[in-house]
């Protein structure tokens, strides 16, 4: 699926989402009561939205109508709730580019679900995968600000998957980065 969705629109995001589902698998290993081979699955299709074209927050319009047509509740759930770990649609960077009934629908869709731990952990994941390899949360977030520009959730945003981060290191007794290969190297640039 993400093979094809990558030939309809070609980017980088199809290695993120790579990176996004090493990440949830690997983390998910060290936290009781998570399935590995489900948080590889929600990860990996968690931006399957952008097989519809570059947009800001109708990808997790597109992706959650996608994979909810196709009968991938649990992926479609992921793919909408990736982006908003406060459950606001303002928290997404980028344009609203949806219509006013499809917002309302993301909207309503945020309000009613209670988030699971796999909810969270894409929310976390989405944070330390850049397409070049994980990097620390904070530069992965720069770069996302630098791109779209800043959206007045962009604090709240960021407070939001630091909490995820913290509880999740909390649940494991280990720093999510211990988990991840080249953070350093990725981060600060220190390729050979």
Same mark, same amino acid.
């Given at each position: 699926? &993400?093979?094809?969705?990558?030939?309809? @629109?070609?980017?980088? +995001?199809?290695?993120?989402?790579?990176?996004?589902?090493?990440?949830?698998?690997? $983390?998910?290993?060290?936290?009781?009561?998570?399935?590995?081979?489900?948080?590889? $699955?929600? %990860?990996?299709?968690?931006?399957?939205?952008?097989?519809? %074209? /570059?947009? %800001? @927050?109708?990808? /997790?319009?597109?992706?959650?109508?996608?994979?909810?047509?196709?009968?991938?509740?649990?992926?479609?759930?992921?793919?909408?709730?990736?982006?908003?770990?406060?459950? @606001?649609?303002?928290?997404?960077?980028?344009?609203?580019?949806?219509?006013?009934?499809?917002?309302?629908?993301?909207? #309503?869709? &945020?309000?009613?679900?209670?988030?699971?731990?796999?909810?969270?952990? $894409?929310?976390?994941?989405?944070?330390?995968?850049?397409?070049?390899?994980?990097?620390?949360?904070?530069?992965?977030?720069?770069?996302? &600000?630098?791109?779209?520009?800043?959206?007045?959730?962009?604090?709240?945003? +960021?407070?939001?998957? *630091?909490? $995820?981060? #913290?509880? *999740?290191?909390?649940?494991?007794?280990?720093? /999510?980065?211990? &988990?991840?290969?080249?953070? /350093?190297? @990725?981060? *600060?640039?220190?390729?050979?």
């Amino acid at each position: 699926m &993400l093979r094809e969705a990558g030939e309809l @629109n070609p980017g980088p +995001w199809t290695a993120h989402s790579v990176l996004v589902a090493q990440a949830a698998e690997r $983390i998910a290993a060290h936290l009781p009561g998570l399935d590995t081979e489900h948080a590889y $699955i929600v %990860g990996l299709l968690h931006d399957m939205g952008r097989r519809a %074209g /570059v947009t %800001g @927050n109708r990808h /997790v319009y597109d992706g959650y109508r996608y994979l909810s047509d196709l009968g991938y509740e649990p992926a479609a759930r992921v793919a909408l709730t990736h982006s908003f770990p406060c459950r @606001n649609i303002g928290e997404v960077f980028g344009p609203l580019d949806c219509t006013a009934a499809e917002q309302s629908f993301i909207e #309503d869709y &945020l309000a009613a679900v209670e988030f699971d731990d796999y909810d969270r952990l $894409i929310q976390l994941c989405d944070s330390l995968a850049m397409a070049e390899g994980y990097v620390l949360m904070e530069k992965r977030m720069v770069d996302v &600000l630098m791109r779209y520009g800043p959206t007045p959730f962009v604090v709240p945003k +960021w407070r939001a998957v *630091f909490q $995820i981060r #913290d509880d *999740f290191e909390r649940a494991m007794g280990c720093s /999510v980065y211990s &988990l991840l290969p080249g953070v /350093v190297e @990725n981060t *600060f640039g220190l390729h050979k």
